[in-house]
């Protein structure tokens, strides 16, 4: 077919069929506003891969909402999130002007919106509900539109009168983070299949990055601290300038940023409070992405107030918004810390899906122990642990090397060189990408007894 094309003030546009095409995929994209409601110790940052997927295909930021909350419910109550998430609605329709919004929950966030939507009037809101590996229902809740996505490795689910995808090998966060997830979710939301499930680079040098800084798991802002953002060495991990590319006060919301990133280069951001500096790191950064979360806990307090520091030791959180996998016969991850793996079967089964491991020297007696998990950490949810000794140096000039190589991409490697801060004042934090370009592929199903098929 020859292809068609217009000339209009000089211009050369599109052909009619690629323009309509456009233009209806702009308008099913633009439809209806977007909230994601976490899990149980989770917080928007297990919605950052799904948002930089849904503005790669045509969604804009100013579409893409989180609600987040504190799941331990020390500080939070089911019917005081429900009104947040009504003044939340009410903010996003007045600017938008959009008559509905569409919501999606993970996990315990299932139960947050399907308590919410038991009622009429607020069901009346709300044009398309995503359930995410949570609860079931015998009805449509609130008799919305419902697409429940259930883990193939887990305990299954099934909403009666919705739309039920059983995406087989993925995991309970992983199905809420994974490119087969967005697919589906895109196609449900728009009617269209997505252009890509990929995470586009941007073709500017410069992408927009902005977020909060919180305590876990309250999700409440790090009211009076500093945020410094550097840009740091990818072979080192030395800040490249004394000065901090960006910095930030931090108040009771958390919110900080935006500020423009080079794509491709890595950052160190530290939340400074007294008598702590927190280091977190990210890998680089090739999309906008306004939903990072800097996850910390009081000085002295949380999860860091058990474990041991010194200046000879540097203490480590390793995180992924993606299950580490150690217990089967094949397609493990590995993450390797000066070349020593630390993830196994006592740490990282699948059963304990976990996403975050702490790797500290207890008892600050220089040896390590791998063979059996910290009972404290693994007994947080999604959290595990090890006695593992990495020597500090007391100016942090020495480097400590971590890798990650991804069960199911391939082999694709992530990288962080960091300075070996010693853990009386510093706290560290890498977090790994759940993610990376082409992970569109599906992920190899797991062996083992975790895994069941399920049918919908």
Known sequence: MKRLFFKFGGLQLLSVLAFLSF??????????PLIFVHGGAGSASQFSSQAMRFTSNGYEQSQLFSLEYDSSFNVDTIPGVHQRLDALIAEVQSPTGSEKVDVMGHSLGTYVLQTYLASPV????????????????????????????WAGIGNGGHIVGGTNVTIEGQTHVEVATSAQAFAHMFEFLTGNEPKTTDIKKAK?????ISGRAVLFPLNVGVD????EIYEVNPNTGQRIKAKPHASFSI???????????????????VIVREGQDHHIYRQPF??????????????????????????????LIISRDRELWGDQEFGNDLILINGQNV???????????????????????????????????????????????IPASPDASG??????????????????????WPSTNHRVTLHFNDYVQGDSRPTQHAKGKYFKKKHH
Do not use: C
């Open 23 to 32: 233009a209806l995929n702009v308008h099913a994209a633009g439809s209806n």
């Open 122 to 149: 607020r069901a009346a809101n709300i044009g398309h509900y995503i359930n995410i590996d949570g609860y079931p229902a015998a009805s449509l809740p609130g008799n919305v539109p419902t697409l429940a996505i």
């Open 204 to 208: 500017r040098h410069h992408v927009s």
């Open 224 to 227: 009076g601290a500093d945020l």
């Open 251 to 269: 108040d009771q919301t958390g919110n900080w940023g935006p500020f423009k990133a080079h794509q491709g280069r890595y950052y160190e951001f």
């Open 286 to 315: 090739i999309h906008d992405d306004h939903f990072v979360r800097l996850l910390t806990s009081e000085v002295g307090g949380g999860v860091g107030g058990n474990i041991d520091v010194s200046d000879q030791q540097t203490n």
């Open 343 to 389: 993830v196994n079967e006592g740490n990282s089964p699948l059963s304990n899906r976990t996403t975050g491991l702490y790797m500290n020297d207890m008892g600050s007696d220089g040896i390590s122990d791998l063979e059996f998990p910290d009972p404290y950490l693994h007994s947080i949810p999604f959290l595990s642990g090890n006695d593992y000794f």
């Open 399 to 420: 480097k400590i090397r971590v890798n990650m190589i991804d069960r199911g991409f391939a082999g694709q490697m992530q990288e962080f060189n960091i300075p070996d």
